[in-house]
C-alpha cells in the first residue's frame, strides 16, 4: 500500500531519532497527526500554546542532546511559536520546526491560514524547506535535520502543503530508510565542514599560552561537548575559568580553579581581580554576547585568542590576536596534545586557589547573613534545592532576576542542568522549557524557577504536565512584580512605572488544574517544603510552589549591568539620570 505524506513524514522523525513533537493538530495536518498517532518511538505532546511548543522543544535539546520537532499548522500556529523558535536560533538550539501550508493542488486563493510563513519564519532559522511532491518528503526532513544540528545549531523550517498529507504517493518508505541510513541521534551536534584544526595555529596559541604569565580560561556552551577537554587544559595551565551563561556546568564549578559566569563589572570584586591578573585570553565556544558579558561590561584580558565554530563570531566585538574557526572538542584536543608534548603542565599556584577559595566564601557569608528575614533569601533557597533534589537536577529559569539568581547562586558539575533564555531573553521559557527537559529526561528532577510575571504567559500549560505525568517542580517566585525591570527602574530612576503586577492567586489556580499545591514563605520553611515537592516528583506528579522571594538585594549582574550602561553615557546624561534619581528620592 502507498503510505500517506504523514506516515513518510513520520517514518523521518522516526530515523532522525526525535522521540517528540509538540503542538496542537489542526485541519490541515490531520493525517500527519494520524500517523503519529500509529508511531510507536514518536510521541504527539499536546500543548496549550504554541509559544509553550517551542519552549518545550527547547528544553528537551537542551536538557537530552536529543533534538524535538515544533509541530504546527499555518499561519497562527507558527506566529504563536516565533518567539520560542527566535529563542532557538540566538542560543544555537537544534529544532525542527514542522510547519503545515496551505493545499497547493486547488489553485484556489485567500485560503484559511494563507500567509507567507517561508518570509516570516527566514529571520528565525538556519534555513527554509518547502517540498513540492510527496516523493520529496522523506529527504526533506532528513536533509532539514541534518542542517539543524550542523554547527552551529539551531531550528529549520519545513512547510508541508496540505496535500502532501492528504494523498498517497509512490514511495518506498524502506528503500529511503537504506539510502539515508542512520541519524546522529541524541547528543550529536556534527562539526562543520572542513573541520580539521590547522596545527601551525595549534602551535603558535601554544606558544603564546605557554609564554604568559597566566591564562584566563572562558568558555561557552559551544564547548559543551569537550567538558573533559576544558577541564584537562584548564588543569595543564592551571588557568582559572570562567564561563558564559549557556556555559555553566561546561567546567564543575566545584573545582578549585572554577572563577563565576563572567569576569567583569558584572561578577563579584575577588573574580575581577584574579582576571585582571592574567595577560591572555583564551575564549572557547562563546561569542561575547550581550547578556553573558552584562551589557558589554567586560574586556578579554590581555592577548586575545578566540576559537569559535562560527567564523562570524570571530572579531565581531573584541578583536583577537588568535581567531580560529574550529570545533570545540577538535581544537582543544589538538591544544592539549601539543601542550603535553613540550612538557609538564605548570605546578599549581597555591596563592591564586586560595583566593578563588576565600573568594567563594565570602560570597556565600554574604548571602547566608541575609537568612531568616521576612521573606525567602533567594541563595538559601537555591543552595537548598540543590542539597534536596540533588546533583543531577535541571533549572529551568525565565528572562529576569531568576536567570540572574540562578546563573549566580547554582553550582553545576556538568553542562545541560541550567536552562536560561539568554541572547533572545523570552518570558515565559521556565515552565514549558522544564517540561521538555523533564520528557527527554524523565527519571531526572527538573525544578522552574519561574517569575511571577513571565508564569501569567505559560503557566496554564502545567495542565500538560499533569496529563503526560511530568514530574516538575514550578517555584513561582512572587514579588509581584516584574523584578528586573522594576529594579533597572528603581535604580536608574527612583521610579516604577507598569512593572507592578496584579495580585493573583495560586492555590485555586493549582487546584484547577489538578496538581498539589505548596508554599514558602520564610527561610525555615524552604527544606521540608522542597522536600515535600521532591517527593511529589518521585510520584511523576507535577508541583506548584508560592514562594514569597525577597529581591531586595540585587544581584552581581544587575548592579554591574547599571554600572556598566552608566559608565558608557557622556558626562552631561551621567549627571541628567543620576540628579533625577535624586530628586525624586529627595521629593518623593
Same mark, same amino acid.
Given at each position: 500500500?502507498?503510505p500517506t505524506?504523514g506516515?513518510?513524514?513520520?517514518a523521518?522523525?522516526?530515523d532522525?531519532?526525535?522521540?517528540h513533537?509538540f503542538g496542537?493538530p489542526?485541519t490541515h495536518?490531520?493525517?500527519l497527526?494520524?500517523?503519529?498517532?500509529?508511531?510507536?518511538?514518536?510521541q504527539a505532546v499536546?500543548?496549550t500554546?504554541e509559544?509553550s511548543a517551542s519552549?518545550?522543544a527547547d528544553?528537551?535539546?537542551r536538557?537530552?542532546?536529543r533534538?524535538?520537532?515544533?509541530?504546527?499548522?499555518?499561519?497562527?500556529?507558527?506566529?504563536?511559536?516565533?518567539?520560542?523558535i527566535?529563542?532557538a536560533f540566538m542560543d544555537?538550539v537544534p529544532l525542527?520546526?514542522?510547519?503545515?501550508g496551505?493545499?497547493?493542488?486547488s489553485?484556489?486563493?485567500f485560503q484559511l491560514?494563507?500567509?507567507?510563513?517561508?518570509?516570516l519564519?527566514a529571520p528565525v532559522v538556519?534555513?527554509?524547506?518547502?517540498?513540492?511532491t510527496?516523493?520529496?518528503?522523506y529527504?526533506?526532513i532528513?536533509?532539514a535535520?541534518?542542517?539543524?544540528?550542523?554547527?552551529?545549531?539551531?531550528p529549520?523550517?519545513?512547510?508541508?502543503?496540505?496535500?502532501?498529507?492528504?494523498?498517497?504517493?509512490?514511495v /518506498?518508505?524502506?528503500?529511503?530508510r537504506?539510502r539515508?541510513g542512520a541519524?546522529?541521534?541524541a547528543?550529536?551536534l556534527?562539526?562543520?565542514?572542513g573541520?580539521a584544526v590547522d596545527?601551525?595555529?595549534?602551535r603558535?596559541?601554544a /606558544?603564546?599560552l605557554?609564554?604568559?604569565?597566566?591564562?584566563?580560561?572562558?568558555?561557552?556552551?559551544?564547548a559543551?561537548?569537550?567538558?573533559?577537554?576544558?577541564?584537562?587544559?584548564?588543569?595543564?595551565?592551571q588557568a582559572?575559568?570562567?564561563?558564559?551563561?549557556?556555559?555553566k556546568g561546561v567546567?564543575p564549578?566545584?573545582?578549585?580553579?572554577?572563577?563565576?559566569?563572567?569576569f567583569g563589572?558584572?561578577?563579584?570584586p575577588f573574580?575581577?581581580k584574579?582576571a585582571?591578573?592574567?595577560?591572555?585570553t583564551?575564549?572557547?565556544?562563546?561569542?561575547?554576547?550581550e547578556?553573558?558579558t552584562?551589557?558589554?561590561?567586560?574586556s578579554p584580558?590581555?592577548?586575545?585568542?578566540?576559537v569559535d565554530? /562560527?567564523?562570524?563570531?570571530?572579531?565581531r566585538?573584541?578583536?583577537?590576536?588568535?581567531?580560529?574557526?574550529a570545533?570545540?572538542?577538535?581544537?582543544?584536543?589538538?591544544?592539549?596534545a601539543?601542550l603535553?608534548?613540550r612538557?609538564?603542565?605548570?605546578?599549581?599556584?597555591?596563592?591564586?586557589?586560595?583566593e578563588?577559595t576565600?573568594?567563594?566564601a565570602?560570597?556565600?557569608?554574604?548571602?547566608?547573613?541575609?537568612?531568616?528575614g521576612?521573606?525567602v533569601?533567594?541563595a538559601?533557597?537555591?543552595?537548598?534545592?540543590?542539597?534536596?533534589?540533588?546533583? /543531577?537536577a535541571?533549572y529551568?529559569t525565565?528572562s529576569?532576576n531568576?536567570?540572574?539568581?540562578?546563573m549566580?547562586?547554582?553550582?553545576?558539575?556538568?553542562?545541560?542542568r541550567?536552562l536560561?533564555p539568554?541572547?533572545?531573553?523570552?518570558?515565559?521559557y521556565?515552565v514549558?522549557a522544564?517540561?521538555?527537559?523533564g520528557?527527554?529526561?524523565?527519571?531526572?528532577?527538573?525544578v522552574a524557577?519561574?517569575?511571577?510575571g513571565?508564569?501569567l504567559m505559560t503557566?496554564?500549560?502545567?495542565?500538560t504536565?499533569v496529563?503526560e505525568g511530568i514530574?516538575?517542580?514550578?517555584?513561582?517566585l512572587?514579588?509581584?512584580e516584574l523584578?528586573?525591570?522594576?529594579?533597572?527602574?528603581?535604580?536608574?530612576?527612583?521610579r516604577?512605572?507598569a512593572?507592578?503586577?496584579p495580585?493573583y492567586?495560586l492555590?485555586p489556580?493549582a487546584a484547577?488544574l489538578?496538581?498539589?499545591?505548596?508554599?514558602?514563605d520564610t527561610?525555615d520553611q524552604?527544606?521540608?517544603?522542597?522536600?515535600?515537592?521532591?517527593a511529589?516528583l518521585?510520584?511523576g506528579?507535577?508541583?506548584?510552589?508560592d514562594?514569597?522571594?525577597d529581591y531586595?538585594e540585587?544581584t552581581?549582574?544587575?548592579?554591574?549591568?547599571?554600572k556598566a550602561n552608566?559608565g558608557r553615557?557622556?558626562?552631561k546624561?551621567?549627571?541628567?539620570f543620576?540628579?533625577?534619581a535624586?530628586?525624586r528620592k529627595?521629593?518623593?
Amino acid at each position: 500500500m502507498k503510505p500517506t505524506g504523514g506516515r513518510i513524514v513520520v517514518a523521518a522523525l522516526e530515523d532522525e531519532g526525535i522521540r517528540h513533537t509538540f503542538g496542537i493538530p489542526g485541519t490541515h495536518n490531520i493525517e500527519l497527526y494520524d500517523a503519529l498517532g500509529e508511531s510507536e518511538s514518536v510521541q504527539a505532546v499536546l500543548v496549550t500554546d504554541e509559544q509553550s511548543a517551542s519552549f518545550m522543544a527547547d528544553g528537551a535539546w537542551r536538557a537530552s542532546g536529543r533534538m524535538a520537532c515544533v509541530n504546527v499548522v499555518p499561519g497562527a500556529g507558527l506566529t504563536h511559536a516565533l518567539s520560542g523558535i527566535a529563542e532557538a536560533f540566538m542560543d544555537h538550539v537544534p529544532l525542527l520546526v514542522l510547519g503545515c501550508g496551505i493545499r497547493r493542488d486547488s489553485g484556489k486563493a485567500f485560503q484559511l491560514h494563507d500567509v507567507d510563513q517561508q518570509a516570516l519564519a527566514a529571520p528565525v532559522v538556519k534555513g527554509t524547506f518547502l517540498p513540492r511532491t510527496g516523493e520529496e518528503l522523506y529527504a526533506t526532513i532528513r536533509e532539514a535535520c541534518a542542517l539543524a544540528r550542523r554547527a552551529p545549531a539551531g531550528p529549520v523550517f519545513v512547510e508541508v502543503p496540505a496535500d502532501l498529507y492528504l494523498f498517497t504517493h509512490d514511495v /518506498d518508505v524502506d528503500t529511503e530508510r537504506e539510502r539515508w541510513g542512520a541519524s546522529g541521534g541524541a547528543g550529536s551536534l556534527s562539526a562543520p565542514e572542513g573541520g580539521a584544526v590547522d596545527a601551525d595555529v595549534v602551535r603558535r596559541v601554544a /606558544d603564546i599560552l605557554l609564554s604568559s604569565r597566566r591564562t584566563l580560561l572562558y568558555v561557552g556552551a559551544g564547548a559543551a561537548h569537550a567538558a573533559d577537554e576544558v577541564a584537562a587544559v584548564a588543569e595543564h595551565l592551571q588557568a582559572p575559568v570562567s564561563t558564559t551563561f549557556q556555559g555553566k556546568g561546561v567546567f564543575p564549578e566545584s573545582h578549585p580553579l572554577f572563577l563565576w559566569p563572567g569576569f567583569g563589572a558584572a561578577a563579584p570584586p575577588f573574580v575581577r581581580k584574579v582576571a585582571e591578573a592574567c595577560d591572555v585570553t583564551l575564549a572557547v565556544g562563546c561569542r561575547f554576547a550581550e547578556v553573558g558579558t552584562g551589557s558589554y561590561g567586560l574586556s578579554p584580558r590581555g592577548r586575545l585568542l578566540h576559537v569559535d565554530v /562560527d567564523p562570524d563570531v570571530l572579531g565581531r566585538n573584541f578583536p583577537a590576536e588568535v581567531a580560529v574557526a574550529a570545533d570545540a572538542r577538535a581544537f582543544l584536543r589538538a591544544l592539549l596534545a601539543e601542550l603535553r608534548s613540550r612538557g609538564d603542565g605548570r605546578p599549581p599556584d597555591p596563592g591564586m586557589r586560595a583566593e578563588i577559595t576565600a573568594g567563594h566564601a565570602a560570597v556565600w557569608e554574604e548571602w547566608e547573613s541575609h537568612v531568616g528575614g521576612e521573606r525567602v533569601t533567594p541563595a538559601h533557597l537555591i543552595r537548598t534545592a540543590q542539597e534536596v533534589f540533588g546533583p /543531577d537536577a535541571v533549572y529551568t529559569t525565565d528572562s529576569g532576576n531568576g536567570t540572574f539568581l540562578a546563573m549566580e547562586c547554582l553550582r553545576l558539575e556538568r553542562p545541560g542542568r541550567y536552562l536560561a533564555p539568554v541572547d533572545y531573553s523570552c518570558m515565559g521559557y521556565s515552565v514549558p522549557a522544564a517540561l521538555g527537559a523533564g520528557l527527554a529526561l524523565q527519571d531526572t528532577p527538573v525544578v522552574a524557577l519561574a517569575g511571577d510575571g513571565a508564569f501569567l504567559m505559560t503557566g496554564l500549560e502545567l495542565l500538560t504536565a499533569v496529563r503526560e505525568g511530568i514530574g516538575a517542580a514550578v517555584l513561582v517566585l512572587r514579588d509581584r512584580e516584574l523584578a528586573q525591570i522594576a529594579q533597572f527602574q528603581g535604580t536608574a530612576m527612583n521610579r516604577k512605572v507598569a512593572s507592578i503586577l496584579p495580585d493573583y492567586e495560586l492555590e485555586p489556580l493549582a487546584a484547577a488544574l489538578g496538581l498539589p499545591f505548596l508554599r514558602i514563605d520564610t527561610d525555615d520553611q524552604v527544606e521540608p517544603v522542597l522536600r515535600q515537592a521532591a517527593a511529589h516528583l518521585r510520584e511523576g506528579r507535577p508541583v506548584l510552589v508560592d514562594v514569597a522571594i525577597d529581591y531586595s538585594e540585587k544581584t552581581y549582574f544587575t548592579r554591574g549591568v547599571v554600572k556598566a550602561n552608566l559608565g558608557r553615557l557622556p558626562l552631561k546624561d551621567q549627571v541628567r539620570f543620576v540628579g533625577r534619581a535624586l530628586v525624586r528620592k529627595v521629593t518623593g
